[in-house]
């Protein structure tokens, strides 16, 4: 079973204004409305929560016009509600359908054998295979040409995040974890890997038949797997510097994976921005012994973002069959 984790605990500590105080101190200026000026502001604000009455953009000064009259409320969607019901089974509403279209462990390529799900399947498959949890989703339409269309809604690409994993269900019996609390520890490097390949991002090519279902297609030449393992080249001004040197890259031109994926964002020139959380707990630092090795700020830096203990699912306690990874 996957280790007990408080998403929710509070580890920065600092005195700090929060992002929101910020923005409500700065909406209280009589200059507010440079903050609103264009999209972003409005984003900005949504995204932190705050109050506010959207005014125009005129001079700094102006008096705010009247608010517009609220719109009337929609008319109601007509369906009976679905009944509270504690079924392993997925409801809808009377005169709808569902079906599924991509699974966990389905193949996204040709060479990739249908997923067995008893646990037995290869960690590496899963660089081709659906990973867990499904979550964010973007959806790109694909003319003829095989580019973006944003008026095609038959056939496209489908992106989306693989947050986390259901342990229990990825292995035969189970992760199997030796030892408990402080001293839990993994010891097959098999299991392990295929929870990294089950993380990260799925781009499949999905389309719809005539008579109106979905399927994915399975060797379509866009799919592909972002993971856990998975070689990201460094760009910017960060990269090659000191600043980004690790052990997997000496040189600090590259870095691999993505973990823990959750919310996502997509650019006015269409491309995906898969957007990871909680990332700190994925990670093994005892303090003890790696403290006297860090400096004053590193200390503070690391229990800010609640870098403690062996981490969520235990990966860094395994040995690697490996001995260099």
């Keep these: 079973?996957?280790?007990?984790?408080?998403?929710?605990?509070?580890?920065?500590?600092?005195?700090?204004?929060?992002?929101?105080?910020?923005?409500?101190?700065?909406?209280?200026?009589?200059?507010?409305?440079?903050?609103?000026?264009?999209?972003?502001?409005?984003?900005?604000?949504?995204?932190?929560?705050?109050?506010?009455?959207?005014?125009?953009?005129?001079?700094?000064?102006?008096?705010?016009?009247?608010?517009?009259?609220?719109?009337?409320?929609?008319?109601?969607?007509?369906?009976?509600?679905?009944?509270?019901?504690?079924?392993?089974?997925?409801?809808?509403?009377?005169?709808?359908?569902?079906?599924?279209?991509?699974?966990?462990?389905?193949?996204?390529?040709?060479?990739?054998?249908?997923?067995?799900?008893?646990?037995?399947?290869?960690?590496?498959?899963?660089?081709?295979?659906?990973?867990?949890?499904?979550?964010?989703?973007?959806?790109?339409g694909l003319g003829s040409d095989g580019k973006y269309s944003a008026t095609n809604s038959s056939r496209g690409l489908l992106v989306m995040n693989h947050e986390a994993i259901t342990p229990m269900f990825l292995h035969p019996n189970g992760p199997t974890v030796v030892g408990s609390g402080a001293a839990a520890q993994r010891t097959v490097p098999e299991e392990v890997l295929r929870e990294y390949y089950v993380h990260g991002i799925s781009v499949i090519e999905v389309e719809k038949n005539a008579s109106g279902a979905w399927s994915y297609k399975k060797n379509s030449l866009y799919n592909r797997r972002i993971h856990t393992l998975t070689e990201c080249v460094l760009s910017g001004p960060a990269a090659g510097t000191h600043y980004m040197?690790?052990?997997?890259?000496?040189?600090?031109?590259?870095?691999?994976?993505?973990?823990?994926?959750?919310?996502?964002?997509?650019?006015?020139?269409?491309?995906?921005?898969?957007?990871?959380?909680?990332?700190?707990?994925?990670?093994r630092r005892i303090a003890a012994t790696d403290n006297p090795n860090r400096s004053a700020k590193e200390i503070t830096a690391l229990n800010r973002y609640g870098i403690a203990g062996n981490g969520r699912e235990l990966w860094a306690t395994v040995t690697p069959d490996t001995p260099d990874d």
């Design 1 to 140: 079973m996957s280790q007990v984790a408080d998403d929710d605990v509070v580890t920065n500590t600092s005195n700090n204004p929060h992002l929101r105080d910020i923005v409500a101190q700065r909406l209280a200026s009589p200059r507010r409305r440079a903050l609103l000026k264009g999209s972003a502001g409005a984003a900005a604000l949504a995204f932190v929560g705050a109050p506010l009455t959207l005014a125009g953009c005129g001079g700094d000064d102006d008096p705010a016009p009247a608010p517009a009259p609220a719109p009337a409320r929609p008319a109601a969607l007509g369906f009976t509600a679905v009944p509270k019901s504690v079924a392993d089974t997925v409801t809808v509403a009377n005169g709808y359908t569902y079906s599924v279209l991509y699974r966990l462990g389905d193949p996204i390529a040709a060479s990739v054998p249908e997923y067995r799900n008893d646990g037995t399947d290869s960690a590496a498959s899963f660089a081709w295979r659906a990973g867990d949890h499904h979550d964010a989703i973007a959806y790109y």
């Design 245 to 283: 040197v690790t052990k997997y890259s000496p040189n600090g031109t590259r870095t691999r994976g993505t973990v823990n994926n959750c919310a996502h964002g997509v650019t006015p020139w269409h491309t995906y921005i898969g957007c990871e959380e909680n990332w700190a707990g994925y990670f």
